[in-house]
């Protein structure tokens, strides 16, 4: 595992000789604008092939306090920096004092429209049958041995193919996750995590790439391996039922935002939906990722429910 030590300024542009030119009609975005800890561009080899990933540390960082740690999955065809960016998840670390990671996924081309295999998504990693729940067993694995890393603060998110990734974490790495916060994505695949794992998940009704009701992309679909979504719903569901939870939520509306929390859930765990009505395929409260892409909607921040959530979920048992 090699690492170099960078202050936000040369990261950023390390970042953008590594991750040049991806395939996206936005430019290159700026890492972490306004983040005032430290970053440090990484990479591991797993499965033959060499990983990178971007590490967040707060600027009160020390290694005699442990921390939480949440890794932030792109979507299709973006990168880790753009994720910065687009959440503001290193100025909430810097806030809270959590280690925020964004891995990168895998491509075609070196560093170009990367891409996780969620399942049945998407694109190179997918048709590839890229080994990414492996990789990010082995990451958290590295981070444990280069950090102070909580054991019981492992938590995981990321929107659209990366939601997709953070609800397949779940499922198969929850000896290691604690809490899942998937935006815009679909659990697409058959679950059978070995315990019980909190989850919030955002998902908007007007999304017509990933399908609040479920059902092929209606946006932007992927000719070479059509999908089919399963519902938000049935997710949610799963994990009611999987976590031991009351049946019935706890429903509140803040204007076009419908929340539901489940509780009385085994190991202190827990689920909420939050359903964005009118809301397109968005980081809620994030930056536009593209000139052409849903506004995002302003009247929630994901980053901030995502990490109140993750908060008060650690793993119990």
Known sequence: MQRVFLR???????LAAVLAALLTPAAQPALC????????????????RARTYLVHLPPDFDRAKSRPVVLIFHGGGGHGGQM??????????????????????????????????AGNCCAYAYENRVDDVGFVRALIAQLK?????????????????????SYRLACELSDLVAAAGPVAGAQNIECRPSRPVSLVVLHGTADLHV??????PLRMADARNPR???PVAEAVAFWVRHNGCSETPVKEKRGKVAIESYGGCAAGTAVTLYTLLDEGHTWPGGKKWAFWADEPSREISATDAIWEFFRAHPKRD
Not at 145 to 165: A, C, E, L, W
């Open 145 to 165: 041995k280069d950090f102070p890393v909580d054991p019981r603060r492992v938590y995981v998110t990321g929107i659209s193919n990366g939601g997709m990734m």
């Open 8 to 14: 936000p300024a040369a990261a950023r542009a390390l």
């Open 228 to 230: 089919v979504d399963r």
């Open 211 to 216: 399908r609040y009701g479920g059902g092929p």
């Open 84 to 117: 910065a960016q687009m959440t503001g998840f290193s100025a909430k670390a810097d806030r809270e004092g959590f280690i925020a990671v964004y891995p990168n996924g895998t491509g075609r081309r070196q560093n170009r429209f990367l891409t996780w295999n």
């Open 33 to 48: 604008a306004g983040a005032e800890g430290r970053d440090t561009l990484h990479s591991l080899r797993h499965d033959g």
